[in-house]
């Protein structure tokens, strides 16, 4: 479906979050694994006509990725994004899912957040119940 010149569908500061989040860890972090026979496919980038997730997901701008650790909880993740807030918020990470909605993976991403729960150093957690605009989960 798309080439290597669909690359400007990303933000690369999305690229950057997921890279300092493993020099920060220490510890493999894991995005999509289709390409070697895996069975994630969709927690970067997703196109507009793809059924998964949120109908307006910032995954769909190139702003959201999901991210998983073999060796590391979606809690834990968090704690180490947290403990560097100033940074990921000046690489543009504004927000993660609550790890206990999501439980085996953590969402991130450069969305919105209101400006009277947005803080300088910390990173939103947000919790969401699926209503009708979600449609399926990864």
Not at 19 to 43: A, C
Not at 78 to 84: N, P, S
């Amino acid at each position: 479906m798309f080439t290597d010149r669909a690359r400007h569908l990303i933000r690369p500061q999305i690229i950057d979050i997921a890279q300092y989040i493993r020099d920060f860890t220490g510890v493999p972090i894991m995005i999509n694994n289709w390409w070697n026979g895996g069975r994630l496919h969709y927690r970067g980038f997703r196109p507009c006509d793809i059924r998964v997730g949120a109908l307006r997901s910032y995954h769909k701008m190139g702003m959201a990725i999901d991210i998983s650790s073999p060796d590391l909880s979606p809690a834990e993740i968090l704690a180490v994004i947290q403990e560097h807030g100033k940074l990921f918020k000046k690489l543009g990470l504004k927000r993660a899912e609550d790890p206990a909605a999501t439980k085996t993976w953590l969402h991130l991403d450069m969305g919105h957040v209101d400006p009277m729960l947005d803080k300088d150093d910390e990173i939103y957690v947000f919790k969401i119940a699926p209503g009708p605009e979600h449609t399926t989960s990864i």
